[in-house]
C-alpha cells in the first residue's frame, strides 16, 4: 500500500468523499428536491482535501498520485449513480440539466469514466501545483526573520 493511502487524512478524505456522495444518492432518491441535495456536495470535499494535500504532500509526485486518490471516490459514486439513473429511469441530481449540458445518460456516464481517469485529476493536479507554489513562495518570503 503507498504511503499517500496509508495516511489517516487521506483515508479520512476518502471516506468523506464516499459518505456524502451516498448522502447525496440517498437523498436525491428519497425525493429531495436538487435545491436542496446539491448543498451535498463531493466536489467541496475534494476542494478542501485538494487544499490540503497541496500543502502536506512533499513531491509533485506524491500531489498527482493525491488527485487520483481524491478523484476515484467521487468517480465510483458518479458512475454508480448515473447507471442507477440509466436502469430505473429514476431522475437523480446526478443526471440533471445543470450537471449533464444537454447529454445522454450514457454519454454522460462514459463522459464520467473518461473524465475521472483523465482531465478531471489532471485539472486538480493543476489546481494543487499552483496552490503549492503560492504556498511554498509565501513561506519563503514570511520564514525571512
Known amino acids: ?6 495516511r489517516p487524512s487521506m483515508r479520512g478524505f476518502i471516506a468523506a468523499i464516499f459518505g456524502v456522495g451516498v448522502l447525496r444518492f440517498i437523498l436525491t432518491v428519497a425525493g429531495f ?3 436542496t441535495v446539491k448543498y451535498v456536495s463531493m466536489s467541496a470535499v475534494i476542494a478542501a482535501g485538494a487544499v490540503y494535500f497541496a500543502i502536506t504532500t512533499k513531491t509533485h509526485k506524491e500531489r498527482l498520485y493525491a488527485t487520483y486518490l481524491l478523484i476515484l471516490p467521487y468517480m465510483i459514486i458518479e458512475v454508480l449513480a448515473l447507471g ?3 436502469l430505473t429511469g429514476q431522475q437523480t441530481i446526478f443526471h440533471a440539466a445543470e450537471y449533464s449540458m444537454g447529454f445522454s445518460i450514457m454519454w454522460h456516464t462514459v463522459g464520467h469514466l473518461v473524465g475521472g481517469l483523465t482531465w478531471e485529476p489532471l485539472m486538480l493536479f493543476v489546481l494543487m501545483e499552483v496552490i503549492w507554489a503560492v504556498y511554498a513562495v509565501g513561506a519563503h518570503l514570511f520564514s525571512r526573520g
Open 1 to 6: 500500500m503507498s504511503p499517500l493511502l496509508q
Open 33 to 35: 428536491p436538487n435545491s
Open 84 to 86: 442507477y439513473t440509466w
